[in-house]
C-alpha cells in the first residue's frame, strides 16, 4: 500500500497539528480553520452553479459545497465537517422521534426521550445530549456498551438507538449486535442504523474469526486468526476504514441479506431513508470504490441510513397472549393469532 503525493500531505499537516496543539480543542480549531480556509479558496475558482448552498442540519450554519463532489464520507461542511452521512442520521431520528426533519438546534427538549449511540461523532452527540436524555457509548472506554454482550437489565430501556457504520466492524456472528440491539429498544422504539452496503448477500471476510490479530508484514498488513479448530489462518490486506491499521471492515454488507437480518432480529418494520434534502446537504451520488481513493477499495459507500422500529406495544402485548393460548392448546385462539400477525408492519424499503 503506497501512500500519494496528496495523502503524504494530509499525513504531514495531521502530524503538525497533533504535535504543535497537544489540546483537543485547539486541534479541533486549527482544523476548523484550515477547511474555511482551503474551502473559500475553492469558491473563488468555481462557477457559482456548481455549488450546492444549504444549512447544515447538525451546527444550524448556512454553508455550501461543489455538489458533484458531496459523497456519503466527504466533510462538506465549512464549519462543522459533518458529511452527507452524519447529516442523514439526524435527518432520519429527527422524521422518526418528530414526524418532520427538523435542525438539530430545533429539536425540543425532551428528557423524556431515552437514547444510546455506538461510537456517534462528537459534534452531534454532545448538542443531542443537549436536547434528550442521550448517552453516547463506546467499546473501549467508558461510558461503555458492547452490542453483542448486553446486560439483560437494559432490555427494553430505550426509545432511540444510533448506529453509524458499526455493524461492519464488530465479530461474527452479527446476528447476535442485531438481536441485542432490538433489545435494548422500547416497544416502539426505533433504531436509526446505518453501514456501506451494495445488491445481494452480505459477504463476511473472516467466517471462522476466533482468536485473530492484525500484524504488520512488510509494507502492508494481514490478519492472522486461529480457528476454534486450531487451525491458522492469515488474510492479506484487509480493508480499513479510517486508514491503514486502524478499524477492520469484517463484512461488507449486502441489502438482502439485510432485510433477512432485520426480520430475524425482531424489528417490526424497517423504512430506507434514501431521498435527497438539498436544503440540508443530503444528496445521495454514484460511488464507484475503483475510482474512491481508499486502498484497499471499500464498496458500499453511497448506502442512506435505516430506520428500524421495534413491535409497538400492543402489538408485542397481543402476542404474549396468542403464545401463551397455543401453549394451552387452544384452537380457536391459534386461528386469531393468525389475524393478529397479518396486522403486524411488513419489512420495506420505503416502510410504506
Not at 200 to 227: A, Q, Y
Not at 264 to 278: C, H, Q, T
Request: aromatic content about 12%; charged content about 25%.
Amino acid at each position: 500500500m503506497h501512500a500519494t503525493g496528496k495523502e503524504r500531505y494530509s499525513a504531514m499537516v495531521r502530524w503538525l497539528i497533533n504535535h504543535m496543539a497537544p489540546w483537543p480543542s485547539v486541534r479541533v480549531k486549527i482544523s476548523d480553520w484550515k477547511r474555511r480556509l482551503v474551502w473559500h479558496w475553492t469558491r473563488l475558482k468555481r462557477p457559482r452553479n456548481s455549488l450546492l448552498f444549504y444549512t447544515c442540519n447538525i451546527c444550524g450554519k448556512k454553508t455550501w459545497y461543489p455538489r458533484a463532489k458531496m459523497g456519503r464520507e466527504v466533510p462538506s461542511c465549512m464549519h462543522c465537517g459533518s458529511t452527507v452521512r452524519l447529516r442523514s442520521v439526524i435527518n432520519a431520528l429527527s422524521n422518526e422521534l418528530f414526524g418532520e426533519s427538523l435542525l438539530l438546534s430545533d429539536f425540543p427538549r425532551r428528557p423524556d426521550l431515552i437514547g444510546v449511540g455506538l461510537t456517534d461523532w462528537e459534534r452531534y452527540a454532545g448538542l443531542l445530549a443537549t436536547k434528550l436524555s442521550y448517552t453516547n457509548t463506546y467499546y473501549h472506554k467508558e461510558p461503555f456498551l458492547d452490542i453483542t454482550s448486553v446486560d439483560p437489565i437494559q432490555y427494553g430501556r430505550y426509545d432511540f438507538l444510533i448506529s453509524s457504520d458499526v455493524f461492519e466492524h464488530i465479530s461474527p456472528p452479527i446476528q447476535r449486535a442485531f438481536e441485542n440491539a432490538r433489545r435494548l429498544l422500547k416497544p416502539g422504539g426505533v433504531m436509526i442504523f446505518s453501514v456501506p452496503c451494495v445488491a445481494g448477500p452480505t459477504k463476511e471476510h473472516f467466517p471462522e474469526l476466533n482468536d485473530f490479530s492484525i500484524v504488520k508484514k512488510g509494507n502492508s498488513w494481514v490478519l492472522r486468526n486461529r480457528t476454534l479448530d486450531g487451525r491458522e489462518q492469515e488474510f492479506p490486506d484487509p480493508t480499513f476504514h479510517g486508514g491503514p491499521g486502524t478499524v477492520v471492515e469484517m463484512r461488507l454488507f449486502g441489502k438482502d441479506s439485510l432485510q433477512t437480518d432485520f426480520k430475524e432480529a425482531g424489528f417490526a418494520s424497517a423504512r430506507l431513508y434514501g431521498e435527497e434534502y438539498p436544503k440540508y446537504g443530503i444528496v445521495w451520488l454514484p460511488y464507484d470504490a475503483e475510482e474512491a481513493p481508499y486502498r484497499p477499495p471499500i464498496y458500499g459507500l453511497d448506502a442512506p441510513p435505516w430506520a428500524l422500529r421495534s413491535v409497538s406495544s400492543n402489538a408485542e402485548e397481543l402476542d404474549g397472549k396468542v403464545q401463551g393460548k397455543l401453549q394451552q392448546g387452544n384452537e380457536d385462539f391459534g386461528r386469531e393469532s393468525e389475524f393478529i400477525h397479518s396486522e403486524h408492519l411488513p419489512l420495506k424499503e420505503d416502510g410504506r
